[in-house]
């Protein structure tokens, strides 16, 4: 694997399996930017998208991925409320423009924001926006599915598609659409 290096924190198993489905033309989304994201711009023949809240990690890959791939989102959720959200809420987080204009999308990787406490982001909204910048034959990967949020939005937003399988047990989950 031509671009990976010992930071990324993504299971190599999730890696190799999100390299199975990577073709030519596929388009790809990927929530989080990182030390991952030159591995899936350059091997996605360049039709792969960032959404990333961070500006140390949009910085990090400003040199290797063009801006108009990259979407800088300013969450305004957190682990805490994003459980305690109606619907009609939910709704009102509006889908960046650029998304809707790239939209659909083949391949979503989910790992993006943090959500490791309940003061971080969580990955909510990438999780419903995913089921809006989807299509039939979609793959949708999310990371740290062991996660209560994670398993929340899982269980709100992927229930009724029929196939999900667990890579490396329920640490993600791979669901087609």
């Known amino acids: 694997m031509e671009y990976y290096n010992t930071n990324i924190q993504l299971d190599r198993d999730v890696i190799d399996d999100i390299f199975r489905e990577i073709t030519t033309n596929r388009k790809m989304l990927v929530f989080g930017l990182g030390y991952d994201s030159k591995m899936w711009y350059e091997g996605n023949n360049k039709n792969t998208f960032f959404v990333e809240n961070k500006d140390e990690y949009i910085h990090l890959n400003m040199n290797v991925i063009p801006s108009k791939n990259i979407i800088h989102y300013d969450y305004k959720t957190t682990c805490s409320s994003s459980i305690v959200l109606t619907d009609n809420e939910i709704c009102s987080f509006i889908i960046p423009e650029k998304l809707i204009n790239e ?25 419903y926006w995913s089921t809006k910048l989807s299509k039939s034959g979609s793959i949708i990967y999310i990371d740290d599915a062991n996660r209560s949020l994670e ?4 269980e709100k937003y992927f229930k009724d598609f029929p196939k999900k399988e667990f890579i490396k047990r329920d640490k993600c989950v791979k669901i087609y659409i």
């Open 103 to 127: 939209a659909p999308f083949d391949i979503i990787l989910i790992d993006g924001p943090e959500g490791f406490s309940e003061e971080t982001p969580g990955r909510l909204l990438p999780c």
């Open 151 to 154: 398993n929340f939005c899982i």
